[in-house]
């Protein structure tokens, strides 16, 4: 029986159409592993930098939960702030510790410097939701059921004292936005402006477009910087043991 050619035409159009299907579903297959490779490229090199920071600890250390997941955070914050730097010129330092003229330090977890200013960033990845406002003396960590499982020191505060410590040893007269970071929690009730998510973090810092140092100034604290993270005072176990003893 002879085909008509509505017949024919619908005999034409399905292969047609299945394979525009499997060419589409083949173009999303692709650029869904490219994206797949890009975000292992990272966590490779997260991953590479916990390495190395466990591996510098001694046998009768322990790397502690809290430890591990700071570990990522402040790598995790580190590799946006190398992004900031593509496209903004600066500095990226991370865990860097200071010394002052009396013998005292600090470590900061993450640095960026730039001519738009200087933002020193403490960063959190604490589990459960966080409640606190930027005077409190501590903040909670709270249950879905509204349980107050633990209780942490304002990060406002500690950050508070990385920036009088930066300035003392850095420079005194600096522009400085202390910030607080968190990795992926529920942040909604903590009552500051200046506490973000870290998917926001690269936003904060470029919406920062005016100048606020010269060259030399910026000149002069990246040699500074440079010269405490190419000449480490100390190491960060050397720092949490020096902390234990003087903070106890």
């Known amino acids: 029986m002879a085909m008509n050619s509505t017949d024919v035409l619908f005999y034409i159009l399905i292969p047609v159409i299945i394979g525009v299907i499997l060419l589409v579903a083949f173009i999303l297959w692709l ?11 990272k966590t490779n090199q997260n991953d590479d930098w916990i390495r190395k920071r466990y591996l510098s600890l001694k046998e009768d250390e322990i790397l502690s939960a809290n430890d591990y997941y700071g570990m990522l955070g402040e790598s995790e914050v580190d590799q946006i702030l190398k992004e900031v730097q593509e496209e903004a010129d600066g500095e990226v330092y991370k865990n860097i510790i ?4 009396y013998n005292n330090y600090t470590e900061i977890d993450n640095i960026y410097v730039s001519l738009c200013g200087i933002f020193i960033i403490e960063t959190k990845a604490w589990s459960g939701n966080i409640e606190g406002g930027y005077y409190d003396k501590e903040w909670e960590i709270v249950l879905g059921n509204g349980d107050i ?5 304002n990060p406002f505060i500690q950050n508070d004292r990385h920036v009088k410590f930066f300035k003392r040893v850095i420079h005194p007269k600096c522009e400085i936005t202390p910030v607080v970071v968190f990795i992926d929690h529920k942040i909604e009730s903590i009552e500051s402006k200046d506490v973000i ?11 920062h477009e005016y100048q606020v140092m010269d060259q030399s100034e910026y000149d002069y604290i990246v040699r500074r910087l440079n010269n405490f993270r190419d000449n480490p ?16």
Do not use: C, P
Request: charge should be positive; proline fraction near 0%; aromatic fraction near 8%.
């Open 197 to 207: 998510l870290s998917s926001e973090l690269k936003e904060y810092i470029l919406k």
């Open 149 to 153: 499982i633990h209780k942490q020191e």
């Open 98 to 101: 200071l010394k002052d003229k």
């Open 31 to 41: 650029a869904s592993r490219g994206k797949n490779n890009s975000n292992d490229n």
């Open 233 to 248: 005072v100390m190491t960060h176990n050397e720092y949490v043991k020096w902390q234990k003893e003087h903070f106890r």
